[in-house]
């Protein structure tokens, strides 16, 4: 009995060692093991917490798409109800327009309008447009011809004006112009301009400007009037003369043939008074009869004996010369 005492004893004592051991090393690891209790609560919590909500978004989803449906389904309910009442008003208003066209049509064509006096009066207006049309082309044309006639006789009043100017190119019986040329069958229509105009002489002198140089009369250009008509002299004095005042006064101040070259010979003026002589030779014994002459009274001072204007020399070596109206070199 004592034995097993020993040994109850014995076994006691190393269990409370053994229990005071495991308490020891419990309270060593019971931080550890409550951290890692604690991590895995939490990561269980988390996976259960991660797996309702996946079921919630599931199901919130679901509720979601059926009631993003039903609400798509009302709105385009709602579409196709307008689209058809839009389409319906259309139909509507084309039917009502055809009828309103339909109607209007043949109230117009029965109480308004008629058609064989609309044909008419457009048969009548085609007519008046056809006589208004041939009239503008009658007035074009006429107003072409007065254009084309007031450039010809532009064109002319510019011909004959050269031709004034051009005047000393006259050809000559001793020597041919410049538009006279002898390799020509027949003269230049220059020539024959300058043979039918006759050479006035200018009432003033202005200076040649761009106009001039062109061939175009200038607004200061001389102007070429008809006749020198002298300008008319008051006196009382009598004349014994028989030719009349005028004519006395024309030749007094006539202007000479300002050009350079001779229209005749150089004895041409020999030749008229061996003609004229021979003409008026037989008439010199009736001619002569005593009559008592005075001198001229036209103008004053007294005229006095011609003066000679030009000589017959030979004026080619002088063609850059300037001449005056009494023929001097000036």
């Excluded at 579409?79 to 039917?95: G, P, R």
């Excluded at 007035?139 to 005047?167: G, N, P, S």
Aim: aromatic share 12%.
């Amino acid at each position: 009995d004592m034995a097993e005492l020993l040994k109850i004893r014995s076994e006691a004592e190393e269990f409370l060692k053994e229990y005071f051991l495991r308490n020891s090393q419990a309270e060593e690891n019971r931080q550890k093991e409550n951290q890692a209790a604690t991590r895995i609560q939490s990561w269980f919590r988390a996976c259960k917490v991660r797996a309702y909500l996946s079921h919630l978004h599931k199901k919130a989803i679901i509720i979601q798409k059926i009631w993003r449906g039903f609400t798509a389904r009302a709105r385009f309910r709602q579409m196709v109800k307008a689209a058809y009442f839009i389409m319906k008003m259309n139909f509507y208003e084309e039917m009502a327009v055809r009828i309103q066209r339909r109607w209007r049509g043949f109230f117009v064509r029965r109480y308004i309008h008629n058609f064989y006096a609309r044909k008419s009066y457009l048969e009548g207006l085609s007519r008046k447009n056809e006589l208004v049309r041939r009239e503008l082309d009658e007035f074009e044309e006429l107003q072409k011809r007065e254009r084309d006639c007031l450039e010809m006789i532009k064109e002319q009043t510019a011909k004959v004006y050269q031709a004034h100017r051009l005047h000393h190119l006259l050809s000559t019986k001793q020597c041919p112009g410049v538009f006279n040329s002898p390799f020509r069958p027949f003269p230049h229509e220059t020539e024959l301009l300058l043979r039918q105009v006759k050479y006035q002489a200018p009432t003033r002198l202005a200076p040649r400007g761009r106009a001039c140089l062109l061939g175009v009369p200038d607004s200061t250009a001389p102007s070429f009037p008809g006749s020198l008509r002298s300008p008319q002299i008051k006196t009382t004095r009598i004349c014994c003369s028989s030719r009349p005042p005028g004519e006395v006064w024309e030749q007094r101040v006539h202007c000479p043939d300002l050009t350079l070259r001779l229209q005749t010979s150089y004895t041409h003026l020999e030749e008229l008074e061996s003609l004229l002589f021979f003409a008026y030779s037989v008439f010199f014994s009736f001619s002569l009869h005593p009559f008592s002459s005075c001198p001229l009274c036209l103008v004053s001072p007294p005229l006095q004996p011609f003066k000679t204007v030009f000589t017959t020399y030979n004026v080619f070596d002088k063609l850059t010369r300037v001449f005056s109206k009494a023929g001097s070199i000036v």
